[in-house]
């Protein structure tokens, strides 16, 4: 299957940017769909926003629609999280994954492949 690897997280104010990168290794990601879910304290994994195999279509929770912009580089095997406008409400671990599956892209159990997560904080 490969690894997924997320990096790009860290603290930042509220109202700041961050992108966080999802890169593979083992398996091109060029014929999976992929995603963004974020899991904080206490709380269930949630879906962030998720992008097919060729970047025609992206889908967002109401939670980050027009805050935050996924995306992908199929040539450098890597899928991008930009995120603006950050909340402390958003503090949380953020995961990538991907799915070779074309339904329920919004949902966590359509995802087989997870990387480790990487920290996001946002102080107000």
């Known amino acids: 299957q490969g690894q997924l690897v997320e990096t790009g997280g860290g603290l930042v104010q509220a109202g700041g940017a961050l992108r966080l990168s999802c890169a593979a290794s083992?398996?091109?990601?060029?014929?999976?769909?992929m995603a963004w879910f974020r899991q904080a304290p206490g709380k269930e994994r949630e879906f962030v926003a998720a992008i097919n195999w060729r970047g025609a279509n992206t889908y967002y929770s109401d939670s980050v629609k027009g805050r935050f912009t996924i995306s992908r580089d199929n040539a450098k095997n890597t899928v991008y999280l930009q995120m603006n406008s950050l909340k402390p409400e958003d503090t949380a671990v953020y995961y990538c994954?991907?799915?070779?599956?074309?339904?329920?892209?919004?949902?966590?159990?359509?995802?087989?492949?997870w990387g480790q997560g990487t920290q996001v904080t946002v102080s107000s």
């Open positions: 083992g398996r091109t990601l060029s014929s999976y769909h």
């Open positions: 994954a991907r799915t070779g599956s074309n339904v329920q892209l919004t949902a966590a159990r359509t995802y087989a492949n």
